[in-house]
């Protein structure tokens, strides 16, 4: 697989990431039959996504870029399904987790 093709299945697994986030808080601790069976559902895609970029970029890349990318994603839903504002402090650390993500992608080397 080449980067661009991990690159598009990480996407993916960010997806189904922040997917298995949104249902997870409608799931209401699990307590509700649909959400909580479409948690289980994107979990498993999304760590089955992250398997298949693993065999291309390294395990910590492919990490650092799915929590940081999910972690986002997460929040954009937050703020426009749940109507969670964020205050000035989250969106700054917001900035330096998508600043993390840019240099560990782009500038970042590993052996």
Wanted: hydrophobic share 60%.
């Amino acid at each position: 697989m080449v980067n661009f093709t991990a690159y598009i299945v990480l996407i993916i697994a960010v997806i189904l990431g922040t997917a298995a986030n949104g249902f997870a808080k409608g799931a209401q601790g699990f307590t509700l039959f649909v959400p909580s069976i479409l948690t289980g559902i994107t979990i498993i895609g999304c760590m089955y996504a992250l398997s298949i970029v693993m065999k291309t970029i390294p395990v910590g890349i492919t990490y650092a870029s799915f929590a940081g990318l999910c972690i986002i994603a997460t929040t954009l839903v937050g703020i426009y399904r749940f109507n969670q504002t964020p205050d000035f402090f989250t969106i700054l650390g917001l900035a330096l987790i998508i600043a993390g993500v840019l240099i560990v992608n782009l500038i970042g080397k590993t052996v």
